[in-house]
């Protein structure tokens, strides 16, 4: 075998055991920090929050059905978003939100696992995700994704073919960007805002690139969900205000058997535990 070839695959090998989105192992080890579907045009994604159960009962009901408790109602949004691009400035980089509100955010990476016992969680819960989406995970079944972004669930931007963006010049990363930019909006009727980089890796040929595209913010993470336990960034392996909590669309073969509905379930107990309900991102950011 080519020398090369050996070279560049243990590389990548070695980039996805450091990030995010490797397949998910049960682990305690914080991440290295950066610093079914409808058949005609869905309404454009992210316009309102997923929908709820309108009385408490439904709601409790609802929840009951997960073998979850219902969390508390999200407090409503400010006014003002507390970050916001200003012209001509760089794209900003986020991996929390400022406020003093006990809120979390949950996004959602890849696509590749298409579940529609998940879409089914998210509507009977009113939980709402941001969703970062690759073309390659996602080509496939675009349409899948829809339901989730006609009930207000939000569309980020998580590049064509998830490169580590770092290893790439402006023009390839504007390419990678732009290019699923075009590809969402055509989708779900909107372009995106929101852009996540692979692996959580990024320059500032990426801030650069992004800005041109029309992303007004890059969103990192403070905590990812694994299969039951999460990993934390900070020692004290608590949520904080305002966290963003990095999940993936993952199914029984990457969770070693457990469902991505089991996942999300044991994701909203954690949140729950440590006295947090969850918001959506997209009302401030």
């Not at 089914?120 to 996602?138: E, K, N, Y």
């Not at 006609?150 to 990363?173: C, D, I, M, S, Y």
């Not at 959580?200 to 913010?217: I, K």
Request: aromatic share 6%.
């Amino acid at each position: 075998m080519d020398k090369k070839i050996v070279v560049w695959a243990a590389l990548t090998v070695a980039a996805l055991l450091m990030t995010g989105c490797t397949q998910p192992a049960d682990a305690d080890t914080p991440p290295r920090a950066a610093s079914t579907a409808p058949t005609t045009t869905p309404p454009a994604a992210g316009d309102s929050a997923p929908d709820a159960p309108r009385s408490a009962a439904e709601r409790a009901a609802a929840y009951r059905k997960w073998g979850l408790r219902p969390l508390p109602a999200p407090p409503a949004p400010p006014s003002t978003k507390p970050i916001r691009r200003a012209p001509g400035a760089p794209v900003p980089v986020v991996s929390e939100i400022p406020t003093n509100e006990k809120i979390v955010f949950i996004t959602v990476d890849d696509g590749a696992e298409k579940d529609p016992e998940f879409t089914t969680m998210i509507r009977d819960l009113g939980i709402p995700v941001t969703m970062f989406l690759t073309d390659a995970a996602i080509r496939d079944d675009y349409r899948y994704f829809a339901p989730l972004a006609a009930l207000g669930n939000g569309v980020g931007n998580h590049t064509l073919t998830h490169p580590n963006l770092r290893t790439l010049g402006r023009e390839a990363q504007h390419r990678e960007i732009c290019g699923q930019q075009a590809k969402l909006a055509k989708e779900y009727g909107t372009t995106p805002r929101l852009f996540r980089p692979p692996y959580g890796n990024w320059n500032e040929d990426t801030r650069a690139a992004a800005g041109t595209c029309g992303v007004e913010a890059i969103v990192l993470w403070r905590e990812s969900m694994q299969i039951t336990n999460m990993q934390y960034q900070r020692g004290d392996r608590k949520l904080r205000p305002g966290d963003v909590i990095l999940a993936h669309f993952r199914g029984p073969a990457e969770l070693k058997g457990t469902t991505m509905t089991r996942m999300t379930a044991n994701l909203l107990r954690h949140i729950q535990e440590q006295g947090f309900t969850v918001a959506r991102l997209e009302d401030y950011l």
